[in-house]
């Protein structure tokens, strides 16, 4: 009979949260970006990773932590840049708008259900 593997422990998950920090401080000083350090990966796009990329965008251009941070405006401008560069990398194929308050609406009471 095999024996269940236990879940990692909180020492571990501590251990690989400063490994993280670590190797992100790393890369950074030693000029690797995102692009570089995932040349050999397959990653899955999710929406952590879109918001991960919009908050960048609200960094970079706005100098905010936290797209909870940005002005209307400002979450507007990082959404545009975002979906022009998905328009490009997409030819085209990929064409999304800011949803609506009653899209928006209808997602979360989806999610909820």
């Known amino acids: 009979m095999d024996k269940e593997e236990k879940k990692r422990t909180l020492a571990q998950n501590r251990s690989l949260h400063k490994m993280c920090s670590d190797a992100s401080n790393l890369c950074i000083e030693h000029g690797i970006d995102l692009p570089l350090l995932i040349a050999s990966y397959r990653i899955q796009v999710t929406p952590e990773i879109i918001k991960d990329i919009i908050r960048e965008t609200g960094r970079t251009k706005f100098n905010k932590e936290s797209t909870a941070d940005l ?27 800011f949803p609506s308050y009653l899209l928006t609406k209808e997602y979360e009471d989806n999610l909820f259900m």
């Open 71 to 97: 002005t209307t405006k400002e979450l507007q401008a990082c959404f545009e840049e975002f979906r022009q560069n998905l328009i490009d990398i997409s030819g085209g194929m990929i064409q999304i708008e």
